[in-house]
Nanobody
């Protein structure tokens, strides 16, 4: 099983980034997926989640209206479009595969994790 996150980088506040997470080694289309993030000195937190079909989405209040999660089951890839980035969005972003059939904001509900990609937003 592998989740390969990419697309991170350093941007100015107000700019955009799109993260990708390429999945392999399991049946991607069966499971809900999510993005989490962890800032220095803070706990890992839920950012956004998507069900297996891509028609049910969930967002943390802090990113709602600015971030969009999506998936392409034909390409086994998860995405996170991040617009109007803020300095407080600076973190390592992780993609994760749910252990069951529903989206959870709890890290313990996820079975597979990517290695993370760093997003740095300067103001």
């Amino acid at each position: 099983v592998q989740l390969q996150a990419s697309g991170g980088g350093s941007v100015q506040a107000g700019e955009s980034l799109k993260l990708s997470c390429a999945a392999s080694g399991f049946t991607f289309s069966v499971y809900p997926m999510a993005w989490f993030r962890q800032a220095p000195g803070k706990e890992r937190e839920f950012v956004a989640g998507i069900n297996r079909h891509g028609d049910r989405l969930s967002y943390a209040d802090s990113v709602s209206g600015r971030f969009t999660i999506s998936r392409d089951n034909a390409k086994n890839t998860l995405y996170l479009q991040m617009n109007n980035l803020r300095s407080e969005d600076t973190a390592i972003y992780y993609c994760a595969t749910a252990s069951s059939t529903f989206i959870s904001q709890n890290t313990e509900a996820y079975r597979y994790w990517g290695q993370g990609t760093l997003v740095t937003v300067s103001s």
